[in-house]
């Protein structure tokens, strides 16, 4: 004979919602999967019950999902946006259970400096080798999340620069200062590893 599952008294405990992994990169396409093990009050895992799922933020694949012939239930999830995400089951009208946060990450390989993000503070400058300008870039990935720890190569046309290599910080940002004693109009641009050079804004030394 065959037996079949109570499930009258199905229900979803916290350590039988699970994930295959709590971090994955914020590019729209990297996913994480949700897994629900649904058991009735012996144990027993129950086919055919809808599960709902609830997101503080991304995508997910489905509102509702129903277990398997395993008695799991299956979403997955993705953003594009780098942030936290929780993500809640819920049985009926039982309590939600709360799955494992899942911290989305900037998407590096899509890095980029946009000139909109390529900021100075002036355009005049005296030549007295003591008057500062100060340029200030911020890197995203391609939907805009910041991006830390990324290195920033920076040439001028003149003057000192105050270092020629930074790394952007946690709000992916990252800042240089200049300085001349020759006049002359200064052309700094900065590149990401391995991209092209993007150009500031001209400044005067006078």
Same mark, same amino acid.
């Given at each position: 004979?065959?037996?079949?599952?109570?499930?009258?008294?199905?229900?979803?405990?916290?350590?039988?919602?699970?994930?295959?992994?709590?971090?994955?990169?914020?590019?729209?396409?990297? +996913?994480?999967?949700?897994?629900?093990?649904?058991? $009735?009050?012996?144990?027993?895992?129950?086919?055919?019950?809808?599960? #709902?799922?609830?997101?503080?933020?991304?995508?997910?694949?489905?509102?509702?999902?129903?277990?398997?012939?395993?008695?799991?239930?299956?979403?997955?999830?993705?953003?594009?946006?780098?942030?936290?995400?929780?993500?809640?089951?819920?049985?009926?009208?039982?309590?939600?259970?709360?799955?494992?946060?899942?911290?989305?990450?900037?998407?590096?390989?899509?890095?980029?400096?946009?000139?909109?993000?390529?900021?100075?503070?002036?355009?005049?400058?005296?030549?007295?080798?003591?008057?500062?300008?100060?340029?200030?870039?911020?890197?995203?990935?391609? #939907?805009?999340?910041?991006?830390?720890?990324?290195?920033?190569?920076?040439? %001028? +046309?003149?003057?000192?620069?105050?270092?020629?290599? +930074?790394?952007?910080?946690? $709000?992916?940002?990252?800042?240089? %200062?200049?300085?001349?004693?020759?006049?002359?109009?200064?052309?700094?641009?900065?590149?990401?590893?391995?991209?092209?050079?993007?150009?500031?804004?001209?400044? %005067?030394?006078?």
């Amino acid at each position: 004979a065959n037996f079949i599952a109570d499930a009258s008294t199905a229900a979803l405990d916290r350590s039988n919602l699970t994930v295959d992994r709590t971090t994955a990169i914020a590019n729209g396409s990297d +996913s994480v999967t949700f897994s629900a093990l649904i058991k $009735d009050a012996n144990g027993n895992p129950v086919p055919g019950v809808k599960l #709902n799922w609830h997101s503080n933020g991304g995508a997910l694949s489905a509102a509702v999902s129903q277990s398997g012939k395993n008695g799991i239930a299956i979403v997955t999830l993705k953003d594009t946006a780098a942030h936290d995400v929780q993500v809640q089951a819920q049985l009926g009208t039982q309590a939600a259970v709360d799955a494992p946060v899942i911290s989305f990450t900037a998407d590096a390989a899509s890095a980029t400096i946009d000139a909109r993000d390529f900021i100075v503070d002036k355009t005049s400058a005296v030549a007295d080798g003591s008057d500062l300008v100060t340029y200030t870039i911020t890197v995203k990935d391609k #939907n805009g999340n910041p991006l830390p720890a990324q290195v920033v190569n920076w040439q %001028t +046309s003149l003057g000192t620069l105050s270092q020629t290599t +930074s790394v952007t910080g946690p $709000d992916g940002k990252t800042q240089v %200062t200049l300085t001349s004693t020759q006049m002359g109009q200064a052309g700094v641009s900065a590149a990401l590893v391995g991209k092209p050079a993007l150009s500031a804004v001209l400044v %005067t030394f006078a």
